[in-house]
């Protein structure tokens, strides 16, 4: 195999290695704050790029056409859609469900999924068909040797790896970090030290959402395309990363993510008469990972208590 | 549920209790009959609204009650009379093939559920991945019916032998995982399967394949029943026999919840450690309530596959499985008659709805989250289990 299809290979394995950790982190949010699966998330993806599409359509019709505005405009818009959607979730289906057992969580969610989906898919405007996504970012590329890098790719990457270290940052650096981590530990204790649990509760679901609306964008801008069903696969791609990684943990998020589209990558290198087993091999690879390591590669503390 | 005095004296004379539950399943038939007929879509909405208020009424008028006294006090009599309306049902429909094909249909989810129930309701192993079993069984039946000249009656537990041997591959991750690190190897084995048979050519690929017609002793069962004037859908075959099927293994879990396996599971889901200290093996009911499970999911999906002729990868997605396990959920984990309600209910209600046919499944979810917002123990909730043959709650 020649150098600059095996430098494509890497590229392509990093975008999406970065879109897997942004979906990831969101569940390893939403399980530290509330030991909770929302299952919702890779739909709420799908929404968040059909929000930013939405963006761009209004943005063509109120007559602003210059890219980087739009660019600009329809993440930040997407983004605080997809929060405030995120929150809307939390307060109205996972709250009042804390309380249940695990399976009825997971169930509920995925059935919103359901709903999220569908409802793109017969109330958006010819939802069912797939959706051009425009191609806003600059096209040139940057030759090294005799691979061809694209500009875009580099840019989402970066605005990716931006995104991480800005959530990582917000979780461990700040005051409002700190109660999330209160909360994730022990709510009962946190509450008693004048943290408002639903606040930090909702912020976190807001936030772990927001970063699953810029995977959407990013997915989008990348693939110029999206489609309603495209947050299924993604979901469930996003969860079992969060899972090999360790619940929990930011970093066995990011870990998870970026193997489970390692394992892809090597899937389809490894294999080319067989490339379309990869998601077969990675998925077999993630069943045995986890036989092997059933509480994930970066395991929670936990006891057992009798 | 508040326990009036006069209703526990009510229970004890088994008389009327009896002729309620007698009637209840007379009434039952002549609803279901009544609901597969209605084809406009105000007469079937009409038929839902007049169920809850029949139940609701029901409920105050404390007929509930006596029914449940008198499936408890006449269990045999009342199988008996709920077989003969599942058969008169049949009698009804001879001649209409859509609306047989239904009825077996939710008759094999009910038999493949029943199998999830006794993973997921008894022993708590959850189980993603339902439509993947039920899928091998499928597969199996086109296999083994179309290369092979094993007898389709035997090809029936052959699936469900497939079904569990598939299964054994995941029993070391699913032993060791708990919670939601248990769900992600169900979930993946289902995402993979389906991926696996969309791009393996031997298996015809996402065009899928056909599987032979069932047939017994010389007749093929995808023949019409035609002696004299008597007429009958080649549905009503299949019709009979998920009904044998379901027979078994409503028997089969009716046996199982009740004995020592039954107690040794449901010890399992409540508390392993607790369960391990009275020296039970957490471990030996996991792999057995997976195995057995699997089993049944299989032999269904082998003899559904039977009956559609034709499977593709599509009709064994995640989202499938996810069908079969909000049927347990709908109708309360654990509970065999909360089964029967949610399968009847998920397989009809959205055929009977065709004008919303495009917005069938927000409905249904939508419908599967209220349950669990407001019921979340279910439609019918499992009740306690008797511990002594006679005994009677106070």
């Not at chain 2, 129930?117 to 199996?140: K, P, R």
């Not at chain 2, 469900?160 to 041997?165: D, I, N, R």
């Not at chain 2, 919670?179 to 969309?198: D, E, K, P, S, W």
Request: hydrophobic share 55%; with cysteine.
């Amino acid at each position: 195999m020649d150098l600059s299809l095996l430098s494509q290979y890497v590229v392509n394995g990093m975008m999406l290695g970065m879109m897997y950790a942004l979906v990831a982190v969101g569940f390893t949010l939403f399980f530290g704050v509330l030991d909770v699966i929302k299952f919702s998330h890779g739909d709420v993806l799908m929404v968040g790029a059909f929000a930013g599409y939405t963006t761009y359509l209004g943005l063509e019709a109120a007559g602003i056409h210059n890219p980087v505005v739009q660019v600009v405009l329809l993440v930040v818009a997407s983004a605080a859609f997809v929060a405030a959607l995120g929150a809307v979730i939390a307060k109205y289906l996972v709250l009042p469900l804390s309380n249940a057992p695990a399976l009825n969580i997971l169930l509920a969610t995925l059935m919103l999924g359901t709903v999220l989906r569908e409802s793109v898919r017969l109330f958006f405007p010819d939802g069912s068909n797939p959706k051009r996504f425009p191609r806003l970012l600059p096209d040139t590329v940057i030759p090294i040797g005799n691979f061809d890098l694209r500009v875009d790719s580099l840019m989402l990457l970066i605005t990716g790896l931006l995104v991480i270290i800005a959530i990582n940052t917000i979780i461990n650096r700040t005051k409002l970090g700190l109660a999330i981590r209160a909360v994730a530990q022990d709510a009962e204790t946190a509450r008693t030290m004048g943290i408002n649990f639903t606040l930090i509760v909702l912020v976190t679901f807001a936030l772990g959402s927001s970063a699953a609306a810029i995977a959407g964008v990013m997915n989008g801008l990348y693939y110029n395309e999206i489609n309603f069903g495209m947050g299924l696969l993604l979901g469930v791609i996003g969860f079992a990363s969060a899972i090999v990684g360790g619940l929990g943990n930011i970093y066995g998020a990011i870990l998870g993510g970026f193997l489970f589209a390692t394992l892809q990558t090597v899937g389809a290198v490894a294999m080319p008469f067989a490339s379309a087993y990869k998601d077969v091999f990675a998925f077999a690879v993630i069943i045995a990972i986890m036989a092997w390591r059933p509480t994930g590669l970066i395991p929670e503390k936990t006891s057992e208590r009798v | 549920m508040s326990t009036k005095p006069e209703s526990g004296a009510a229970t004890r004379a088994p008389g009327p209790a009896l002729l309620v539950g007698l009637g209840a399943v007379v009434l039952l038939t002549c609803y279901i009959v009544a609901f597969l007929m209605s084809e406009d879509e105000s007469v079937v909405a009409g038929l839902i609204v007049a169920a809850g208020v029949a139940v609701l009424g029901a409920y105050v008028l404390g007929l509930l009650q006596q029914l449940r006294a008198a499936y408890r006090d006449h269990e045999r009599l009342m199988h008996a009379a709920i077989l003969l309306g599942i058969l008169v049902v049949a009698w009804v429909f001879r001649e209409d093939h859509f609306t047989l094909l239904m009825l077996t249909t939710a008759m094999l989810y009910m038999t493949a559920c029943l199998g999830l129930n006794i993973q997921l309701g008894y022993t708590g192993v959850l189980n993603f991945a339902g439509a993947s079993f039920f899928g091998v069984g499928c597969y199996t039946a086109a296999v083994l019916g179309s290369e092979t000249a094993i007898p389709p009656l035997l090809i029936l537990p052959i699936g469900g032998v497939m079904a569990a041997l598939v299964g054994s591959i995941l029993v070391i991750p699913v032993l060791r995982t708990r919670g939601h690190y248990a769900a992600v190897v169900t979930i993946a084995f289902a995402v993979l399967f389906r991926t696996f048979l969309q791009v393996n050519d031997a298996l015809g690929g996402p065009q899928g394949l056909s599987v032979p017609q069932m047939s017994l002793f010389g007749w093929g069962f995808n023949s019409n029943i035609e002696v004299g004037d008597f007429y009958a859908s080649f549905y009503m075959n299949y019709y009979l026999l998920a009904l044998l099927l379901l027979i078994g293994a409503f028997a089969l879990t009716r046996r199982v919840e009740r004995s020592w396996v039954g107690l040794s599971m449901d010890a399992t889901r409540i508390d392993e450690l607790a369960a391990s200290c009275f020296g039970i093996t957490p471990s030996r009911w996991k792999i057995t309530a997976f195995m057995l499970g699997n089993f049944m999911i299989g032999v269904a999906g082998a003899l559904l596959g039977m009956m559609i002729s034709f499977i593709a990868p599509a009709n064994f997605t995640f989202a499938d499985s996810l069908i079969f396990l909000s049927i347990v959920l709908l109708g309360g984990m654990g509970s065999v008659w909360g089964i029967a309600l949610a399968s009847v209910i998920v397989v009809l209600l959205p055929e009977k709805l065709q004008m919303i046919q495009e917005y069938r499944f927000l409905l249904f979810s939508a419908l599967v989250i209220l349950v669990l917002l407001f019921r979340p123990n279910g439609l019918l909730p499992r009740g306690r289990r008797a511990y002594f043959p006679d005994w009677r709650p106070r």
